[in-house]
């Protein structure tokens, strides 16, 4: 018989989830959810809560695993490919094409996270939009039940929306080259380039979030207690944006 990987309280005024020696905490009256490493609300949960397992079986875990591993590559190589087939190039006949295109997609990206998370049982807390490192916007659906689940079910809800976006992107780029039809190439194309992005565990992608639903992390607002896989991809993070600034700045100038 499997150990117990997790521990959880129900109480009706709130909920406790204890894994690797971290509570998190759900207020059931405001919703909010709190982290804490405190070692005495680890024992309680571990003594007084009930164990669970993984919720998703192996045979399904990796049937999921190879159907997104499969999806993720294969619009890698047929992004790649294009991109050096084709001269992919926006005018700005196609510029309005590429923004509707994404939109959609973004809807059905949003739309698989928010699915997943009520497959397990739990709620989103409220839709917005964001700005990454005061460069990038993003539309987002806040999770933050998404605490509250096992390692896989997390890892599902992180990279449902990739997911979803390689496998329509895919047909839809098939489709395009079957039909030669050169906008909906480049329209896909382009989108193409950003679901890779969100898949690379970097900016705060659902990639990264993914990566750290698998490793079993969390990360913190003191960035110091945050591990060192964690402390390198926010260098990492810091020096992408420079050079992004950067290319961009020297961009401009050429362009003036």
């Excluded at 405001?30 to 949960?45: C, D, F, I, R, S």
């Excluded at 490192?133 to 605490?147: E, H, K, L, S, T």
């Excluded at 449902?160 to 480049?186: D, F, P």
Aim: charged residues 15%; hydrophobic residues 45%.
């Amino acid at each position: 018989m499997k150990s117990s990987s997790y521990f959880r309280i129900k109480e009706s005024g709130c909920e406790i989830f204890s894994f690797n020696n971290v509570c998190i905490l759900k207020q059931s009256d405001t919703g909010k959810v709190y982290q804490t490493t405190n070692k005495e609300l680890v024992a309680l949960a571990q003594t007084k809560g009930t164990p669970e397992n993984e919720a998703i079986s192996d045979r399904s875990w990796w049937a999921y695993v190879i159907v997104l591993s499969v999806s993720v590559f294969s619009a890698c190589l047929l992004t790649m490919y294009i991109a050096f087939t084709y001269k992919i190039y926006i005018t700005w006949n196609i510029l309005w094409k590429v923004g509707a295109y994404s939109l959609s997609q973004m809807f059905l990206h949003e739309g698989a996270h928010y699915l997943a998370l009520r497959l397990f049982g739990r709620k989103p807390d409220c839709a917005g939009i964001k700005i990454n490192y005061y460069i990038f916007p993003a539309f987002y659906i806040r999770m933050n039940d998404v605490n509250l689940l096992h390692k896989r079910q997390k890892f599902t809800v992180h990279s449902s929306g990739v997911l979803a976006n390689c496998i329509t992107n895919n047909i839809v780029l098939a489709y395009a080259m079957h039909q030669q039809s050169w906008n909906l190439i480049v329209v896909a194309c382009w989108f193409g380039i950003g679901i890779l992005w969100n898949a690379i565990p970097l900016l705060d992608s659902d990639g990264y979030k993914a990566l750290l639903a698998i490793l079993s992390e969390q990360q913190t607002k003191d960035k110091r207690n945050n591990c060192q896989i964690i402390k390198t991809i926010n260098t990492i993070n810091i020096i992408v944006v420079i050079i992004y600034i950067l290319y961009y700045l020297i961009l401009l100038a050429r362009m003036m």
